[in-house]
């Protein structure tokens, strides 16, 4: 398990090794915001919780990339593995059904390959809807499409604690 690190202004940053966290606890660096409860660290004068979330205590400023390439990874986990066509989760899928990139401005209509063109769709809805415009078959995504934060790209795919869950799912949200 690791821990997740926030900036001093709650931005959730990444994650990193617990005893890398507990230092950084120990040196002042960072706060303790989540602790688990059934775990610690013992020495023979002193107990640290198992953090699970810390926060540091100065901002550090991070640039960071303003565009970033669509990938199905994190189209899919934006759109909680759901096709925003008629609005059914992967888990409900037939076994030949799957999660595929949708164009909502079609390719050979000049549409881009960008996250505000792209949604999520099962097999059946992307077939169904082809190369045409939305309006021409009558079908809208449920949610607009739209450019996941930094912070969601970087944390997506990881295993993340409910707890931890928490502090990052403010942004995944639209900007």
Known sequence: MKTLILNASAEPLSFIPVKRAVIL?????????????????????????????????????????????VTNTILFARDRYTC???GRHKSEFKKIERLTREHVKPVSKGGEDTWENVTTACSTCNHKKGSKLPYEVKMYPRKTPFEPKYIAIVLLGQSVDKVQ???????LKKK
């Open 25 to 69: 606890v120990l040196k002042e660096k960072a706060e303790i915001l989540e602790e688990h409860v059934e775990k610690s660290f013992r020495s023979e004068k002193r107990e640290v919780p198992f953090p699970l979330v810390i926060r540091l205590v100065r901002y550090v400023h991070i640039p960071r990339r303003i565009r970033s390439v």
């Open 84 to 86: 925003q066509y008629c």
């Open 165 to 171: 869950k928490r502090y990052i799912e403010p942004f």
